[in-house]
């Protein structure tokens, strides 16, 4: 058994660091979302962040969108030329795809400086391409309603997950001690 745990050591290094920080930040999420709730910003800052940051985006790209607080649910709905289009929900505001991000970085951790700042710039570019993803989904389903299904369900998250996974493969090849201790 102890040689099992010689010869995996790096495995399970990452499975306990990944898990580990992936509780610790996903535990601070919900605490977050718990005290958010009666907050000014409905339904918590960041999707009420989000909401808003798609309304401008829609409006700069000849759309007239407003963004409403839906009544009956912890959302925003999305209207384009005043149809309703869309609901942005807490799952929207890519906070739990940049929790995934960051307990994968983190696991693979490279020198504390560069993985700082590639946990930033990632969390940033996630963000802004999530922001962007749901702008076009909300323009397609505008424009391709029949279609509604397919971009919600499967181009989109394909995307925004494609994305973290490209990143991850980056990072790995690039910047982590992995890849140090076998150049």
């Not at 907050?39 to 940051?53: A, E, I």
């Not at 649910?73 to 309703?84: A, D, Q, R």
């Not at 999530?130 to 499967?154: A, F, K, Q, S, W």
């Amino acid at each position: 058994m102890k040689a099992l745990f010689v010869k995996y050591k790096s495995v399970i290094k990452f499975i306990i660091t990944f898990l580990l920080v992936y509780v610790v930040l996903s535990v601070v999420y919900k605490l977050y979302l718990q005290y958010s709730d009666g907050s000014k910003f409905y339904p918590d800052y960041m999707t009420h962040l989000v909401s808003k940051q798609t309304e401008s985006l829609l409006d700069s790209f000849g759309y007239h969108s407003e963004v409403l607080p839906h009544p009956d649910e912890p959302s925003m709905k999305v209207f384009v030329n005043g149809k309703y289009l869309a609901r942005v929900i807490e799952g929207c505001n890519a906070i739990s795809v940049i929790i995934l991000f960051v307990s994968f970085i983190v696991a693979f951790s490279g020198k504390l400086k560069t993985t700082f700042f590639y946990i930033l710039a990632g969390s940033v570019l996630i963000y802004v391409v999530n922001l962007l993803r749901i702008v076009i989904l909300t323009i397609g389903m505008y424009h391709y309603p029949e279609y509604e299904d397919v971009m919600h369900t499967v181009v989109f998250p394909a995307i925004i997950y494609g994305m973290v996974f490209l990143l991850w493969i980056f990072w790995v090849n690039r910047f982590s001690k992995l890849k140090n201790k076998n150049a």
